[in-house]
C-alpha cells in the first residue's frame, strides 16, 4: 500500500474504482507533470448525493458531499498515474461548484469539505488554489461536483 494510501486508509478511506464519464469526454488529461481532472459530482455508496444547499440541505451536509467529489479526484489521479498514487506530487487546484440558492453564501465552507480532507490525507501536497462558486442546477441534481488539477511525477 502507497504512502498517500495507508494515510487513506488511517482516515477509513478506501478509493474507489475511477469513475467513468458519463458523457463524450474522458475522466482526465495529462498535459506534460499536470493531470487535469474531469468534474466529480457527489456520490455515495447509496448514489448520487443531490440536494441544494440554501434548500434543502445543509452546509455540514454539502461538505461531506465535497468529501466524496474530492475522494473520486484522488481515484481519477490513481488512475492516470497508472495505480501508483504515490506518484502524485501535488493538488494544483479546485474548482468547486454547488447547487445552491440565489441567496445562499457559504459555497466556501461546502468545497472547505474537499479541501480538508485532501490535507488532512496528503499533508503539505494537499494544500491547493481553489475556486468555490455558485450553480443554478448541477447534473443529475447533484449538490457538488468538483473538477481538479494535480501534479504527478
Same mark, same amino acid.
Given at each position: 500500500?502507497?504512502?498517500?494510501?495507508?494515510?487513506?486508509?488511517?482516515?477509513?478511506?478506501?478509493?474507489?474504482?475511477?469513475?467513468?464519464?458519463? &458523457?463524450?469526454?474522458?475522466?482526465?488529461?495529462?498535459?506534460?507533470?499536470?493531470?487535469?481532472?474531469?468534474?466529480?459530482?457527489?456520490?455515495?455508496?447509496?448514489?448520487?448525493?443531490?440536494?441544494?444547499?440554501?434548500?434543502?440541505?445543509?452546509?455540514?451536509?454539502?461538505?461531506? =458531499? &465535497?468529501?466524496?467529489?474530492a475522494?473520486?479526484?484522488?481515484?481519477?489521479?490513481?488512475?492516470?498515474?497508472?495505480g501508483?498514487?504515490?506518484?502524485?506530487?501535488?493538488?494544483?487546484?479546485?474548482?468547486?461548484?454547488?447547487?445552491?440558492?440565489?441567496?445562499?453564501?457559504?459555497q466556501?465552507?461546502?468545497?472547505?469539505?474537499?479541501?480538508?480532507?485532501?490535507?488532512?490525507a496528503?499533508?503539505e501536497a494537499?494544500?491547493?488554489?481553489?475556486? &468555490?462558486?455558485? =450553480?443554478? =442546477?448541477?447534473?443529475?441534481?447533484?449538490?457538488?461536483?468538483?473538477?481538479?488539477?494535480?501534479?504527478?511525477?
Amino acid at each position: 500500500m502507497s504512502g498517500f494510501e495507508a494515510k487513506l486508509a488511517e482516515l477509513g478511506v478506501s478509493l474507489p474504482d475511477a469513475p467513468a464519464p458519463a &458523457a463524450n469526454y474522458v475522466p482526465y488529461v495529462q498535459s506534460g507533470d499536470l493531470v487535469f481532472v474531469s468534474g466529480q459530482i457527489s456520490a455515495g455508496p447509496d448514489g448520487f448525493i443531490t440536494g441544494k444547499l440554501g434548500d434543502n440541505m445543509s452546509v455540514e451536509d454539502g461538505a461531506d =458531499a &465535497a468529501k466524496t467529489c474530492a475522494i473520486a479526484l484522488l481515484a481519477q489521479v490513481k488512475a492516470a498515474c497508472d495505480g501508483d498514487l504515490d506518484r502524485l506530487v501535488r493538488v494544483v487546484k479546485l474548482t468547486g461548484f454547488v447547487n445552491s440558492t440565489g441567496d445562499f453564501t457559504d459555497q466556501p465552507k461546502v468545497i472547505n469539505g474537499a479541501s480538508d480532507f485532501l490535507v488532512a490525507a496528503l499533508g503539505e501536497a494537499g494544500k491547493h488554489s481553489r475556486a &468555490a462558486v455558485s =450553480a443554478a =442546477a448541477l447534473p443529475l441534481g447533484v449538490a457538488v461536483e468538483i473538477e481538479g488539477i494535480f501534479e504527478v511525477k
